[in-house]
């Protein structure tokens, strides 16, 4: 009985463990399902809300028109440095500083986003008139800020690109200079080849060199036959 206890106790344990770990699971996955909703209704509300400041931007005239004019060239070049410093995050681990910076500027970009709004519903033309110039100041330092950063995020990554490919036509040149391994033999071999000809002459010359000692009737073998004509001349 003992035994058995202890089993359904370790049984009844591992129950428990397994519906804790499930719940807690299904309790991420739902935060994770509820995160991307969130993310991609975000996405189309500001979708929405650009198309709607263009359409304002050309349906309204005067300064209210200018302010959507002004309202969605600040969101187009914060989305634009986004999409440019994400999709470049992957390959340098630099660009998450910028990003950070970004998030920052987007704050500010926000704080500006609120009060051109407010002031789109001014009914007032002459305050909107006032009120307009130092707001266009505010996004046109942001936007540059912006702008500044995305430029050089590019610009970064050409740089690399073309490095990169420098680095990837010298191992491509070496890699078709080992495939071609016959060119570079064919030289030494015809310089061995040429080399044979010569120190065969130079051994031929060396051998009649080395007879130059050696009198013309022991060359010829006439020894004898000198001997008796110098006897007969005397």
């Given at each position: ?6 089993v ?9 463990g ?24 975000a ?32 969101r ?11 999709a ?10 910028s ?16 009060e ?24 046109d330092?942001i936007?540059?800020?912006?702008e500044?950063?995305r ?5 970064r990554?050409?740089?690399?690109a ?11 040149e ?13 030289p ?11 120190a ?9 060199s080395?007879?130059?000692g050696?009198s ?19």
């Amino acid at each position: 009985m003992d035994v058995l206890g202890v089993v359904l106790g370790l049984a009844l344990l591992f129950g428990v463990g397994l519906l804790v770990m499930l719940g807690v699971g299904a309790v991420k996955v739902g935060k994770a399902a509820a995160a991307k909703i969130s993310q991609e209704e975000a996405k189309a509300r500001r979708a929405f809300e650009n198309t709607a400041l263009k359409a304002k931007s050309f349906a309204k005239p005067g300064a209210h028109g200018q302010i959507s004019t002004v309202r969605l060239a600040l969101r187009s070049s914060l989305d634009s440095t986004r999409k440019v410093l994400a999709a470049g995050l992957a390959e340098d681990s630099q660009l998450a500083e910028s990003l950070q910076l970004l998030t920052r500027l987007d704050t500010h970009a926000a704080e500006l986003d609120g009060e051109l709004r407010t002031l789109e519903l001014e009914p007032e033309a002459g305050r909107v008139a006032t009120k307009l110039p130092e707001l266009r100041e505010r996004a046109d330092r942001i936007t540059h800020a912006a702008e500044s950063m995305r430029w050089a995020a590019q610009d970064r990554m050409q740089r690399f690109a073309d490095d990169e490919l420098a680095r990837l036509a010298e191992e491509c040149e070496s890699e078709a200079g080992a495939l071609r391994h016959w060119d570079s033999a064919a030289p030494a071999a015809s310089a061995s080849a040429s080399a044979a000809p010569a120190a065969a002459s130079h051994t031929e010359r060396t051998g009649i060199s080395a007879k130059r000692g050696v009198s013309a009737e022991e060359l010829l073998g006439l020894t004898d036959l000198a001997q008796r004509l110098r006897k007969r001349s005397a």
